[in-house]
């Protein structure tokens, strides 16, 4: 912008809830974050397999970190927000006040997290109907998705939780009626989690066959009968009272959400790769992964028809990138699974006060130490002898299988640092391995794969970046701007502002 009087520049905000923090971004039309902010958020884990979060703590964070990132900025350049979360069950009574999701009847512990893995009687037997709503989740539903936890909260919690139930949110849904006071769903969260299709709605026949018919009778009232898609403006924006909260104008315009993962595809899988000699960069946006790597990973492919790969998830038309079909790959725990396996070692004590003496982050001290003991040996030769399997909370894709267990082979009775080194190396090396085995699963199918784009967390480690590109065979491409999945949520909020005609044409 050049002219004598400079035009104000439009911004958008981005909220994304992830498993143990909400971040917030203020980002400009042209897609640069000129400011974030993050807060962690709390996880109860009252039993094994069982992880609880709490509504109003997320929202609270959500309105922290919001007021931060727009703090000082002319709130009439504010044109839009858009929220993105973990795909976790949030459960509120017919006053949208919350209701206990445990035994304990704690009522502020109203969030079932996406990575509980209480229902697993319940989803063996959804699994056993062979209903053909399974065929779009790979042919056998997670344990981490919706029917299953709401299955299990009508055999276990039928009195203190299901009968008072109002309404059952996913995470990114609840976020946008407790901006607007509108109850519409994202079709990203009812069709990726919920069974629900972009064509026929909602079967009858699937809640009636798996014991949840009391779904039905209202209309789907609790769990969702307005469906709009991602990025189009839910109600009349911002309602008087968060936009108080978030320290933002009454009115604004606030998006249909999205799952976390796929506001990071949305943020990446479309870049501007032109002048890098990249196998991609002349054929479709079908030819990219994009993975979006933190607590656990999740591997988004897109398609012009649908594309039905054994053990992935999908496939779902229009759920991240409108018009085309996604295919969702996963790992339960990778970030999480590296940080269980370091963490856990007896030299960690060692680990942390080098790094601290050195003033670096344990892992970059960690990938520092790998290339001192290397010696000549490209480093991807330490573990010859070192082979981890990574699946400690099961196996989401492509085995679908959540009883399998976590596994190393070739330990020794040494307990130093040089070991602690090699097994988060071998740990890392597992993961890039379940990625491969992901991807080729999805080119069986029909996929046509050539270039990978790395976002989240995990993203901003040059070995875990190093080894995927290695062992998959595929050049990895990261975002100029790090913070992918903040700038997708911000796209959202873009598009439901009217700035732009379609998420597609969003720069």
């Not at 992830?18 to 917030?24: D, L």
């Amino acid at each position: 912008m050049h002219s004598e009087k400079q035009a104000p520049v439009k911004y958008y905000v981005g909220i994304d809830v992830g498993s143990a923090s909400v971040r917030a971004a203020l980002v400009d039309e042209f897609g640069t974050v000129v400011a974030h902010a993050d807060r962690p958020i709390q996880i109860w884990e009252p039993q094994p397999d069982h992880y609880e979060q709490s509504s109003a703590d997320i929202w609270a964070a959500c309105c922290s970190v919001t007021k931060k990132v727009v703090c000082g900025v002319d709130a009439s350049w504010i044109r839009g927000v858009g929220f993105d979360a973990t795909c976790s069950l949030v459960v509120v009574d017919k006053q949208f006040q919350p209701l206990a999701v445990n035994c304990e009847g704690q009522n502020y512990r109203n969030v079932i997290m996406w990575m509980d893995h209480r229902a697993v009687s319940q989803v063996d037997r959804i699994n056993a109907t062979q209903h053909r709503v399974l065929s779009y989740v790979g042919g056998v539903m997670s344990v981490e998705m919706q029917p299953p936890k709401l299955l299990w909260i009508k055999e276990n919690l039928q009195e203190s939780c299901w009968d008072k139930a109002g309404y059952f949110f996913d995470l990114p849904d609840f976020l946008s009626w407790k901006a607007t006071g509108v109850t519409a769903r994202s079709l990203c969260t009812v069709v990726c989690k919920w069974t629900y299709t972009s064509d026929g709605g909602w079967d009858d026949s699937f809640w009636k066959m798996i014991g949840l018919e009391d779904l039905v009778k209202d209309k789907y009232e609790k769990i969702g009968n307005h469906v709009l898609s991602p990025g189009e403006p839910v109600g009349k924006g911002l309602t008087p009272e968060a936009a108080k909260d978030l320290g933002l104008p009454e009115g604004i315009a606030v998006a249909a959400s999205l799952i976390d993962a796929h506001a990071g595809g949305l943020g990446v899988i479309g870049a501007d790769v032109k002048g890098y000699n990249l196998p991609c960069e002349n054929e479709p946006i079908t030819s990219r992964v994009a993975m979006i790597c933190g607590t656990s990973s999740c591997h988004m492919g897109v398609s012009e028809t649908p594309i039905f790969v054994p053990g992935v998830w999908g496939p779902y038309f229009s759920a991240m990138v409108p018009g085309l079909w996604l295919n969702e790959g996963g790992q339960s725990a990778t970030g999480k699974l590296i940080d269980h396996v370091v963490r856990g070692h007896v030299a960690f004590p060692e680990l942390q006060s080098k790094a601290a003496a050195s003033a670096h982050s344990i892992y970059t001290y960690l990938n520092s130490h790998l290339d001192v003991i290397k010696k000549s040996l490209p480093v991807g030769f330490l573990t010859v002898d070192l082979h981890v399997w990574p699946d400690f909370h099961g196996n989401r894709s492509p085995l679908t299988d959540l009883t399998l267990k976590g596994m190393v082979v070739g330990l020794t009775l040494s307990r130093g640092l040089d070991e602690l080194a090699l097994i988060y190396l071998a740990t890392i090396q597992a993961i890039a391995l379940g990625t491969r085995h992901i991807l080729e699963t999805m080119q069986a199918a029909g996929h046509h794969i050539n270039t990978l784009f790395l976002c989240g967390g995990l993203s901003k480690n040059p070995l875990f970046v190093q080894m995927h590109a290695d062992i998959t065979g595929k050049p990895v491409v990261l975002s100029k701007e790090v913070e992918s999945v903040l700038v997708g949520a911000a796209i959202l909020g873009a598009c439901a502002s009217g700035d732009f005609a379609s998420i597609q044409v969003i720069p």
